[in-house]
Structure formats: structure tokens, C-alpha cells
């Protein structure tokens, strides 16, 4: 079956811009997760959903950034006034649950450049 | 913030050799899993551990989870070129929310 699909796979953006970024999840998973991967590090949480609302949100690191999951399967991460900081590799992953032992399947990214 | 320090960074071996990976932190977690990431694409997952003391094999890969549940590692035996990739440990510290390590960048050269 198909699985975690990220879209745009690059974005090159100027200072300032917004940008989305899209995730499609494996059908049937309840749990979406972002994730953003800095060069030479492990990927770092930002938010998860199960179902549509946000359950945790405490990863994002300011107000520019802000996610949705309206029904319950694609999500949009969302990015105000860019900033050259946030140029990264942004992961999207799902799983059928929340618990440590439900897999997460994860997309290949979007690499997010902020010239 | 729970930390979770991988080492070594990077590691170059000769095919057949045998190495070690480690995962530590101060933090305990309840569960621990280690992945492996190809350039260009998401990580994926090798196991799961879940109890202090657990260990799991897959082929030549072994895994450890540490008594405390604070620490774990990756043990590969005889390694082969087909290893060489990116390994990344990650522990889940709340329902939902796991740290990452920094990876390990491994390279086993024929």
C-alpha cells in the first residue's frame, strides 16, 4: 500500500514568505506527527494529531508555525514570515496509535530552504 | 528537555567487522527506538524495546535496552557494505512525544 507521501519535496522561499507544507498519511492512521531535521541532527518534535485536533503542540518553536489536520487524514504545516533559521527538512509520520509500540511510518520530507 | 547522546558521531569499519552504537541519557523513557535513515528519505524503523533489560535481535543487529530504561544500544556483527546508512535512536518520554538522537553515521567499507 502507499505510504507517507510529503509535498512539496523542496521549497525554496525568500525571507518573510509563507509556506505550507503538506502531508498525506497512510489511510486508517489516526496519529500525524511533525518533525523538523536540522543538518547533522536527529529530527525534532513539533506537534502530533490524532484525529483532527492538535493532542500536543509544545514542539513548535514560536508563533509562525502552526499546523492543521481539519479532517483527520492530510495535514498542513504552515509557516509564517520565514526566517533563514528555519530552512530545514521537515518530516511528516503516522501511526494507527500513540503508544511507543504503534510504528511510525515517515515521509520523505520536505527540504524547506529560506534564502 | 530529555536529551538522549548517541556516540560515536560517525563510525568507518572494514566489512566483517563488528561494532557497537550507544544511546545515553539521564532521562528514563518508555520505550526506545532505533532507526535507520537512507539520504533523502525518513528514517525507518528497526525495533522497538520496551523493558528494562530487553534484548532483541533482527539477523546480525542487536539491541539493548538498559535496566534503567535510560540507555540502549545497537550491536552489529559481521557488518556488510548493505549496513552503511544513518542510525538513529529515539526515546519516548510521553505518550506520543519521543527525543532523537543525533544519529550515527556508519560506513562500512569491502
Do not use: M
Amino acid at each position: 500500500g502507499a505510504g507517507v507521501s510529503q509535498t512539496p519535496s523542496n521549497k525554496v522561499t525568500e525571507k518573510g514568505k509563507y509556506v505550507e507544507l503538506r502531508c498525506d498519511p497512510i489511510s486508517g492512521h489516526t496519529a500525524l506527527y511533525w518533525y523538523r531535521q536540522s543538518l547533522g541532527q536527529g529530527p525534532e518534535f513539533l506537534i502530533y494529531f490524532q484525529g483532527t485536533g492538535a493532542a500536543d503542540d509544545s514542539g513548535l518553536p514560536n508563533d509562525r508555525f502552526f499546523a492543521v489536520r481539519p479532517e483527520g487524514s492530510v495535514s498542513t504545516l504552515k509557516i509564517q514570515r520565514t526566517e533563514r533559521g528555519d530552512s530545514a527538512v521537515y518530516l511528516c509520520a503516522s501511526s494507527l496509535g500513540i503508544s511507543g509500540t504503534d510504528t511510525q511510518y515517515f515521509g520523505p520530507g520536505t527540504r524547506l530552504t529560506v534564502l | 528537555t530529555q536529551l538522549l547522546e548517541q556516540s560515536p558521531q560517525f563510525l568507518s569499519i572494514q566489512e566483517g567487522e563488528n561494532l557497537t552504537v550507544y544511546c545515553n541519557s539521564s532521562s528514563v523513557f518508555s520505550s526506545l527506538q532505533w532507526y535507520r535513515q537512507e539520504p533523502g528519505e525518513g528514517p525507518v524503523l528497526l525495533v522497538t524495546v520496551v523493558t528494562g533489560g530487553e534484548v532483541k535481535k533482527l539477523k546480525r543487529l542487536t539491541f539493548q535496552f538498559g535496566d534503567a530504561r535510560k540507555d540502549s544500544s545497537l550491536h552489529i556483527t559481521a557488518a556488510q557494505p548493505g549496513d552503511t546508512g544513518l542510525y538513529l535512536c529515539a526515546g519516548e518520554y510521553h505518550a506520543g512525544k519521543s527525543t532523537f538522537g543525533d544519529g550515527t553515521t556508519l560506513t562500512v567499507k569491502p
